[in-house]
């Protein structure tokens, strides 16, 4: 065993011991950041506005602090853009985020000093979680890739600008630097079929032990490996033994990869966000990523279906119920209060506390009243597969609330086959039945005769690729919506079917 591994296991026990300090005392760990959170704060402008002073539980907090969204939360990001100190905060933060925005172009989120320590740390203990648990350390001598943005970053005001992932790559720690692939040159590229072309060189004969990235996205490379080289992903790289991934759920690219790698590999699941790091899969047993609940973040918790009442209730940590999909707010050391991440989760588990993302409060399909959610279709996909001789690269969901003649309306899956089923029927049927399974309102629309069985639409092979460079959001953190309300993306993809 190298020194290396020796490190990585006593590192990863000390790691252990104080996870387990927090884990075995959520709702005071969640406390002792609350009033931290809000004792820094108080004498920023935010502070001042809401009366954090007179702020002594989270009663009041509700009270003082109504729940935002980036557009409403944007005046007080302006000014500190503008470069004025103690507006969120302490200070100015020492990066902005940039990313997507909805209605107003970019969002820019504040990143301080002491959030992208949690960050990176978040980072760190979800790999050391993994060796602890498994006592697997080879991995740690060989060379790593994590397919990310450039780390390029432009400045305003003395904030420097950038990607989460282009931040991040500027705090990879010293003892990993010369087993990171891909070099600084290539990883500056911004076209992304460009970039991919580039790592593929750089990585064919490299011993590649840990690769890091959103599926779909670690696909098109293992793709573009498989066709220069002509062998599988698991042969070229014979050490490759751990895959870390984000952004959307696994399962339903798994048989794929599986299928390009040649053999199964262990995998983490990170739950990452430019606004905060927020779980990471803690075990190979148990379902489910483990809530940081000691990382500078406050959580509150809104059931889902409440959420556009007037006053929807705001719960705690130790409020929370199982298999209840909830909106995640979260209050920030980076100076975000009452935010509305826009993502759902479910717990899986309450001891400790671990969940699940279970989609985006603003994409569902609920045309009917059905409010199906992303974790619904996932599943029901990930079902299709494993009882068919189906293989899929890609899917997304839509109604069709108007189709033609006296049709009943139906929901339209795009999908995207690396291998058509060879019964699609049955495909079909598995794929309506294990929604109306999950979904009680959708069973009921069906059986009630307002919705038809859904249809599918393939997809030619590349095509989602194709429309998301189209579109300007091929590679780095972007990803496909898994469904949505209304007919953008579907309409968008209609001139990318088989």
Same mark, same amino acid.
């Given at each position: ?221 293992? &793709?573009?490996? =498989? !066709?220069?080289?002509? *062998?599988?992903? %698991? ?5 490759? $033994? @751990? /895959? ?6 696994? &399962?339903?690219? =798994? !048989?794929?990869?599986? *299928?390009?790698? %040649? ?5 983490? $699941? @990170? /739950? ?14 148990? *379902? ?211």
């Amino acid at each position: 065993m190298s020194l290396k591994s020796i490190a990585a296991k006593l590192f990863a026990k000390h790691i252990a011991k104080k996870t387990l300090k927090w884990t075995n005392n959520p709702v005071a760990t969640q406390e002792k950041v609350f009033q931290d959170l809000i004792a820094t704060a108080r004498h920023t402008v935010f502070g001042k506005d809401h009366g954090f002073d007179t702020i002594t539980n989270h009663a009041d907090f509700v009270q003082k602090v109504p729940i935002r969204d980036y557009e409403q939360l944007k005046p007080y990001v302006e000014q500190v853009l503008e470069g004025r100190p103690d507006v969120l905060w302490p200070g100015l933060p020492v990066y902005f985020a940039k990313t997507s925005g909805t209605t107003s172009g970019a969002k820019y989120i504040p990143i301080t000093k002491t959030s992208i320590k949690q960050q990176v740390n978040a980072s760190r203990n979800a790999i050391l979680s993994y060796i602890h648990e498994t006592g697997n350390t080879d991995f740690v001598n060989g060379k790593m890739i994590f397919l990310q943005g450039s780390p390029e970053l432009t400045e305003k005001n003395g904030i420097k600008l950038g990607r989460l992932s282009g931040i991040s790559a500027h705090y990879v720690p010293k003892y990993l630097q010369t087993n990171r692939l891909p070099s600084w040159e290539t990883n500056c590229i911004e076209d992304w079929e460009t970039k991919v072309d580039a790592i593929v060189s750089e990585t064919e004969n490299e011993n590649m032990t840990v690769i890091a990235g959103i599926p779909s996205w670690v696909q098109m490379y293992f &793709e573009r490996l =498989r !066709a220069k080289t002509g *062998k599988p992903v %698991g042969e070229l790289f014979k050490g490759f $033994e @751990l /895959f870390i991934y984000g952004g959307v759920n696994y &399962e339903p690219y =798994r !048989a794929t990869f599986e *299928k390009l790698i %040649g053999r199964r590999v262990p995998s983490i $699941e @990170l /739950f990452p966000a430019s606004e905060g790091f927020f779980a990471y899969q803690d075990s190979q047993t148990e *379902k489910g990523m483990l809530l940081l609940l000691d990382a500078g973040i406050f959580y509150e918790f809104v059931a889902a279906d409440t959420f556009f009442d007037e006053s929807p209730v705001r719960l705690g940590i130790k409020d929370v119920q199982l298999h209840v999909n909830y909106v995640m707010i979260i209050s920030t050391d980076a100076g975000l209060w009452g935010y509305n991440l826009g993502d759902t989760i479910q717990f899986v588990s309450l001891n400790p506390y671990r969940i699940v993302v279970s989609g985006r409060i603003k994409h569902f399909i609920s045309a009917f009243g059905e409010h199906v959610i992303a974790k619904e279709v996932e599943e029901a996909m990930q079902l299709a597969i494993a009882q068919t001789d189906a293989e899929v690269n890609e899917f997304t969901v839509a109604p069709q609330i108007t189709p033609q003649g006296d049709e009943l309306p139906y929901h339209e899956w795009l999908v995207e086959f690396q291998k058509v089923p060879s019964d699609p029927d049955t495909f079909v049927s598995i794929l309506d039945n294990a929604l109306q399974k999950q979904n009680s309102y959708y069973y009921d629309l069906i059986t009630g005769g307002i919705l038809q069985t859904l249809k599918i639409s393939a997809i030619r092979p590349g095509g989602f690729l194709e429309y998301m460079k189209s579109i300007g959001k091929l590679g780095g953190q972007n990803k496909v919506q898994r469904l949505s309300n209304d007919r953008k993306l579907a309409d968008g993809l209609r001139s990318f079917k088989r």
